[in-house]
């Protein structure tokens, strides 16, 4: 039961720790880094609430060992909001009441970032598909909807225009 | 502040009526939220559980020397143990005891047998495998019928000889009780003689609450200052806290219970679980904190469940369609302890709202509670106690009552409906209805869907599905729901002894903010915004500067928690009436200031006033300084104010739902076209959170209805114990809803609010089975059992021939 | 919750994860994606001593496109979506990968642990049996190819020996007309029933139909006698009813929470059926 020594980056940080290589990373994150913002809600990869975003991609950090994200690139919900305190999808789930007991909440606002980039301006049913990974128990999902449509409005109306520069 | 209109001065408030945007938001939305599971103390252990595999069997030995072998294992826990605490059993919330750790057998697959208390969660989980337990299994029984049978298995050889249990007579060694209210004779009677008289057995199955966060905690008990503290997933801290006491005879002014953000409730989350009793213990025995938190599976498969519930009724009518009486009979499994969490004295909760929202003159209701070799629980998952089985049975035998008189079952309800002129309305099983206007709201919601052109369109599927032209049926759901929250009166409602009043205190400081602290606690439903309305509105304070807290009873006055819906109506009720007391003693502080004499002043929405003289007035911000500021005589310094509110009735929320269902006569998959819901919760404090509640409950009504289930086979082993076949619908399958209301105060509230958090998922299981059934009617169903997911649907169409 | 200890490897060569399988045996265990193995070893239904990650193996990655498709063993679902590549020369890929599962597992997912692992209810086998796939698998003893048709033997039992490691998954580009049809009771579970087609015509006659089942048995099928029953058809109902009664024949199914036999092989007909139309549209 030797432990390993873990590096990788989380929240544009490099951190690092001892630990098992069986560790779940949700565990690493919570208990050895002090990241309780993402959740447990199973053990059978369902539910979705303990979504990180890891080397680009949505990923349930129950399902993977801290062995396996050895040198990661991981973004959690700490990490998402905006320069001046909540960002914009955080402000929308405000906004349009996208949130009740908040325990799906980091899971789904960090898969919601990572939709929208995916897909900046989805419709309802790709929001709903998209999403489809992470359960919710208190908003039956409609203000989740309306609250990510309404962020990627907002998200894209922010966003200049391309310079010709950026064809090169 | 004098430059504001009228209608400034109320918005500014964001209090009763307005949509305010949730406080608690801004830690959710970031991860700052504060679960149980987040806690880390210096030296914390963790403990957890092994379990029964067996449904029924005797322990025969539990061999713990590898795991107590393992580095970093501190103790393993058993029931003898426990003993000599008296804690290897507890006392549950209906009378009955069940056991904390298995004492000599198992009654329930799951069941806890030991507690290991490791360093941390990983050893404990290795540890937990190493131990090795002997069972000598004994058979099964997990059919509530098969169970009251004469050669039926021995369950609970605790209550041998026991002929008289908490609720009167036992006559069976698996029954628990006989509950019955109404008119036996004059309804059978009624039946006997009447001109139509329809049917069913109309079974509500096994589920349960399943919130996104199990059930947890964190118990530490400190030696040095003699303090035990719980950290825990409580609905009802205070409660607990005077369990813990009782339990561990420690008293209550040396334990502290706070519930602190809990991800969710519904239910499941009110009762004292052994996995809270083995942390105290092992707390004080190792003098270090333990956290206990649950598995998904221990979740499912062995805490407090919901409903399974058989009701066989009978309803007579007049060939009109005037219904006369009412008539039922429960089987209600348990099982294997009775842990439903009832007020005392209601063993079968209020199922007695069965009549509805009709006016049936008479009727009957007579309940058996039976052990089963299955887990025990009952009550939970926005049942209202009971209601949503309730609300469930009234509205599937209005269906089959329709169908018997060959009548549409929206007229049907409304030749029955109480009239608003009945208000407030005895019912024939002993409710005093508060307030209603049934037919409004049924017009309102009928036009709203576009009824009639529904049901002709209904028709015309029908003759395109005989003539070949479709597969598809359509069904239309009604539902119109009556329910009774708000518990309740001392007199005749009590937790464990503890009347379910409910409290706020509140303080105003100088500068005129404000703090407030309620016996209730929040998992979701946003009392740190919703309550502050409320007081806003009472004492002219913005909402955005009065702080709400709840759950730690170090702090918090007395109250008896957050379930059935009772927040609103009894805690909402404290809040008004506190919230009356600090502007009673304010404007004292007002006339003194403005020196008239009180009947001088009137109050205008932030500010006392005096009448006729519209430029002299205080406010409440400068009342609050004054009272910290002037010596005025007669009065004590400070503002500050406390309310128990005792409530004179329960409030009685209403609705009228409606679904329309598209279903594939050959794969059984239902698509939900659309789903109508109209709320009446009487004074509407925040109809942006109302929305979020109907939104939540009416999902959990359409898991309920359309394929979440605890199953279990004859051997009692837990068929649906993971989020694989436990459904939970995820955003692709879940409806898009369209929500509506009409406002019919209480008339005995404060602020006229009746509560709205259980009416969606008591009247929206209803609406999603009926439209099952509706779409199947022209083919001849009568009746066919919940959950209605694929294969079921498969079979009713394949039953009836359409499949040829 | 918590998995047990193992050994944990994560060789940078297709020699070297050999190399850990050779000496350690039945005690070692490939792991790609994880999401069918993490689940299972937190159940502590398996016991592994040595796990073996393939994440860092280069030659396990990448798409080719040319005549003959070529997969690399360690590429995700969501490649499977969104290459490209592979949406215009085999786009009965994407169609199923679409219905795998949900958003998070498909990032992760791979075809590779998708189809090696030997589970009837995986999607990626009965896909591959339709395509008539073949599996590339280097052991010790060099790189042998098996045909999907030939891999599966029982429900996690296939042809792929322990020490072997699926490298890749090679098929014909294939033409004309496909679908995957799946009925499941909710976004993450697996199929009720599925069915894979691939179909051509020619003057509204069919030339070729490739059928394969999913979990309606212990294995994949791929009913060589469905997919006869259409050929030479107008694809008409006789020609459907026909191509559903053979199918039926061949398949297994087991109940579970999903349904009784009865009802999974009535749904086996249906999504047959469904599949069947909806791929000669596409001929």
């Given amino acids: 039961m030797s432990k390993m020594h873990l590096k990788l980056r989380v929240n544009g940080k490099s951190v690092e720790t001892l630990c098992e290589p069986r560790e779940l990373l949700i565990h690493v994150l919570r208990e050895r880094l002090n990241l309780t913002g993402a959740h447990i809600g199973c053990e059978t990869s369902h539910c979705g609430a303990c979504t990180v975003d890891m080397n680009g991609m949505s990923v349930k950090s129950c399902t993977v060992f801290a062995a396996q994200s050895q040198g990661a690139e991981v973004t959690t919900i700490e990490g998402l909001a905006g320069p001046d305190g909540m960002s914009v999808l955080q402000q929308a789930f405000r906004e349009h009441h996208g949130l009740q007991c908040g325990y799906c909440t980091p899971g789904m606002i960090t898969r919601a970032h990572r939709l929208l980039l995916e897909n900046p301006l989805p419709t309802e049913e790709e929001v709903r598909f998209g999403m489809a990974g992470n359960l919710c128990r208190c908003t039956g999902y409609q203000n989740i909807v309306k609250a990510i449509l309404h962020a990627s409005v907002e998200m894209n109306a922010a966003r200049k225009p391309q310079v010709t520069e950026a064809a090169e | 502040m004098n430059d504001l209109s009228h209608d400034q001065r109320v918005a500014g408030l964001k209090g009763l009526g307005s949509s305010r945007k949730r406080v608690e938001d801004a830690r959710f939305t970031q991860g700052k939220g504060n679960y149980v599971d987040d806690i880390k103390m210096p030296d914390m252990l963790f403990g957890d559980f092994v379990r029964s595999q067996y449904a029924h069997a005797r322990i025969k030995s539990v061999n713990t020397a590898a795991a107590l072998a393992l580095p970093g294992v501190i103790a393993v826990l058993q029931a003898a143990d426990l003993a000599p605490l008296g804690l290897h059993w507890m006392p549950t919330l209906a009378g009955d005891k069940q056991m904390v750790l298995a004492d000599g057998k198992v009654l329930f697959q799951g069941q806890e047998i030991a507690f290991v208390i490791a360093e941390d969660r990983y050893i404990c989980a290795d540890a937990i495998e190493l131990i090795e337990v002997e069972y000598e299994e004994l058979p099964v029984v997990v059919d509530p019928f098969k169970a009251m049978l004469p050669g039926a298995p021995v369950l609970r050889e605790d209550l041998a000889g026991q002929t008289k249990g908490a609720h009167g007579a036992r006559i069976h060694h698996n029954h628990i009780f006989r509950w019955e209210v109404g008119d036996k004779d004059g309804t059978e009677a009624v039946v006997a003689s009447a001109d139509v008289v329809a049917e069913e057995m109309i079974y509500y199955h096994r589920t349960h609450p399943c919130p996104l966060e199990t059930c947890g905690c964190v118990a530490s008990m400190d030696k040095i200052n003699g303090k035990l503290t719980l950290w825990g997933t409580f609905q009802a801290p205070h409660v607990v806290r005077t369990v813990a006491s009782l339990l561990s005879g420690i008293p209550e002014s040396s334990i502290r219970v706070v519930s602190p953000d809990i991800g969710g409730g519904f239910g499941n989350k009110v009762g004292v679980y052994p996995g809270y009793v083995c942390s105290i213990v092992a707390s004080i025995v190792t003098g270090r904190p333990v956290k206990w938190v649950e598995d998904r599976m221990d979740n499912l498969m062995t805490t407090a469940f919901a409903r399974d519930y058989w009701m066989q009724g009978k309803i007579a009518a007049t060939k009109e369609g005037k219904i006369t009486g009412l008539w039922c009979h429960v089987t209600a499994d348990h099982g294997a302890f009775d842990a439903c969490a009832d007020p005392t004295k209601f063993p079968a909760g209020f199922f007695s709202i069965c009549t509805g929202s009709y006016d049936i003159p008479v009727a009957y209701v007579g309940v058996d509670g039976v052990y089963t070799n299955k887990a025990p629980g009952g009550v939970s998952y926005r049942c209202s106690?009971?209601?949503?089985?309730?609300?469930?049975?009234?509205?599937?035998?209005?269906?089959?009552?329709?169908?018997?008189?060959?009548?549409?079952?929206?007229?049907?309800?409304?030749?029955?409906?109480?009239?608003?002129?009945?208000?407030?309305?005895?019912?024939?099983?002993?409710?005093?209805?508060?307030?209603?206007?049934?037919?409004?709201?049924?017009?309102?919601?009928?036009?709203?869907?576009?009824?009639?052109?529904?049901?002709?369109?209904?028709?015309?599927r029908v003759a395109d599905f005989k003539a070949g032209k479709t597969r598809s049926l359509m069904g239309i759901g009604l539902s119109f729901f009556t329910e009774i929250v708000g518990a309740g009166p001392v007199k005749n409602c009590d937790i464990l002894g503890m009347g379910m009043f409910d409290s706020c205190e509140i303080r105003i400081h100088p500068t005129g903010s404000a703090l407030a602290r309620l016996g209730t606690i929040s998992q979701g439903q946003g009392h740190a915004t919703t309550f502050a309305q409320i007081l806003a509105t009472e004492i002219g304070i913005s909402a955005d500067l009065i702080t709400i807290e709840e759950?730690?009873?170090?702090?918090?006055?007395?109250?008896?928690?957050?379930?059935?819906?009772?927040?609103?109506?009894?805690?909402?009720?404290?809040?008004?009436?506190?919230?009356?007391?600090?502007?009673?003693?304010?404007?004292?502080?007002?006339?003194?200031?403005?020196?008239?004499?009180?009947?001088?002043?009137?109050?205008?929405?932030?500010?006392?006033?005096?009448?006729?003289?519209?430029?002299?007035?205080?406010?409440?911000?400068?009342?609050a300084y004054a009272a910290y500021n002037q010596a005025i005589p007669g009065l004590e310094p400070g503002l500050e104010a406390v309310s128990y509110y005792d409530p004179p009735n329960m409030t009685y929320p209403f609705g009228a739902y409606i679904c329309v269902m598209d279903i594939d006569a050959d794969t059984g998959v239902a698509d939900i076209r659309s789903f109508y819901a109209l709320d009446d919760c009487g004074t509407r404090i925040n109809p942006m959170i109302i929305e979020g509640q109907v939104h939540g409950g009416a999902t959990e009504a359409f898991a309920i209805a359309m394929g979440q289930e605890i199953a279990y086979d004859e051997m009692g082993n837990c068929m649906t114990g993971s989020l694989m076949d436990f459904f939970l619908p995820t955003s692709w399958e879940t409806p898009h809803y369209t929500t509506d209301h009409t406002e019919t105060p209480s008339p005995h509230h404060p602020i006229g609010a009746k509560g709205v958090g259980e009416s969606p998922n008591v009247g929206g299981v209803p609406a999603f089975s009926n439209a099952v059934h509706d779409a199947f009617r022209p083919f001849g169903l009568k009746q066919s059992h919940m959950p209605h997911d694929h294969w079921r649907i498969w079979r009713i169409a394949n039953q009836l021939g359409l499949h040829g | 919750?918590?998995?047990?200890?193992?050994?944990?490897?994560?060789?940078?060569?297709?020699?070297?994860?050999?190399?850990?399988?050779?000496?350690?045996?039945?005690?070692?265990?490939?792991?790609?994606?994880?999401?069918?193995?993490?689940?299972?070893?937190?159940?502590?239904?398996?016991?592994?001593?040595?796990?073996?990650?393939?994440?860092?193996?280069?030659?396990?990655?990448?798409?080719?496109?040319?005549?003959?498709?070529?997969?690399?063993?360690?590429?995700?679902?969501?490649?499977?979506?969104?290459?490209?590549?592979?949406?215009?020369?085999?786009?009965?890929?994407?169609?199923?990968?679409?219905?795998?599962?949900?958003?998070?597992?498909?990032?992760?997912?791979?075809?590779?642990?998708?189809?090696?692992?030997?589970?009837?209810?995986?999607?990626?086998?009965?896909?591959?049996?339709?395509?008539?796939?073949?599996?590339?698998?280097?052991?010790?003893?060099?790189?042998?190819?098996?045909?999907?048709?030939?891999?599966?033997?029982?429900?996690?039992?296939?042809?792929?020996?322990?020490?072997?490691?699926?490298?890749?998954?090679?098929?014909?580009?294939?033409?004309?007309?496909?679908?995957?049809?799946?009925?499941?009771?909710?976004?993450?579970?697996?199929?009720?029933?599925?069915?894979?087609?691939?179909?051509?015509?020619?003057?509204?006659?069919?030339?070729?139909?490739?059928?394969?089942?999913?979990?309606?048995?212990?294995?994949?099928?791929?009913?060589?006698?469905?997919?006869?029953?259409?050929?030479?058809?107008?694809?008409?109902?006789?020609?459907?009813?026909?191509?559903?009664?053979a199918m039926l024949v061949d398949i297994n199914p087991s109940a579970d929470n999903r349904g009784p036999v009865e009802f999974k092989r009535h749904v086996a007909g249906v999504v047959l059926g469904r599949a069947v139309a909806r791929a000669w549209s596409r001929c």
């Fill in chain 3, 1 to 245: 919750m918590i998995p047990q200890t193992f050994e944990y490897h994560r060789p940078k060569t297709i020699p070297d994860a050999l190399a850990i399988l050779t000496s350690h045996g039945d005690e070692a265990r490939v792991i790609a994606g994880g999401h069918s193995l993490i689940p299972v070893m937190k159940q502590r239904l398996t016991e592994i001593g040595h796990l073996v990650d393939l994440q860092d193996i280069g030659d396990l990655k990448g798409v080719s496109i040319g005549d003959t498709v070529r997969i690399g063993a360690m590429t995700t679902q969501h490649t499977l979506i969104t290459h490209a590549g592979l949406a215009a020369a085999v786009p009965l890929l994407a169609e199923a990968a679409l219905q795998i599962a949900d958003p998070q597992v498909r990032y992760v997912g791979t075809i590779g642990g998708n189809v090696a692992n030997g589970d009837p209810a995986n999607d990626m086998p009965g896909l591959m049996m339709c395509l008539d796939a073949q599996f590339v698998l280097t052991g010790p003893g060099g790189t042998r190819t098996v045909a999907a048709r030939q891999f599966y033997q029982g429900a996690y039992s296939t042809e792929r020996a322990e020490d072997e490691i699926l490298v890749a998954i090679e098929m014909a580009r294939p033409v004309g007309g496909y679908a995957y049809e799946k009925q499941k009771r909710k976004i993450g579970d697996y199929a009720t029933a599925a069915a894979a087609v691939l179909m051509t015509g020619s003057g509204g006659k069919v030339t070729a139909a490739s059928v394969a089942m999913t979990n309606l048995s212990d294995v994949p099928v791929w009913s060589a006698a469905a997919g006869e029953a259409l050929v030479g058809s107008d694809c008409g109902p006789d020609a459907v009813k026909a191509a559903v009664a």
């Fill in chain 2, 551 to 623: 759950g730690d009873t170090d702090t918090a006055p007395y109250g008896l928690g957050t379930y059935g819906s009772r927040s609103t109506p009894v805690a909402g009720a404290a809040t008004a009436m506190a919230g009356r007391k600090i502007r009673a003693k304010a404007q004292m502080i007002a006339a003194y200031l403005l020196e008239v004499h009180d009947n001088d002043l009137e109050w205008d929405v932030d500010r006392f006033v005096v009448k006729g003289v519209p430029e002299r007035f205080k406010t409440m911000k400068e009342l």
């Fill in chain 2, 385 to 460: 106690f009971r209601v949503t089985e309730a609300a469930y049975f009234i509205e599937r035998m209005i269906e089959v009552l329709a169908i018997k008189l060959g009548m549409d079952s929206a007229e049907l309800r409304r030749i029955n409906f109480i009239r608003k002129d009945q208000f407030p309305y005895h019912s024939a099983l002993g409710w005093e209805y508060d307030s209603g206007d049934y037919h409004t709201a049924w017009d309102k919601a009928l036009a709203a869907v576009g009824y009639d052109a529904l049901r002709a369109e209904q028709t015309q």
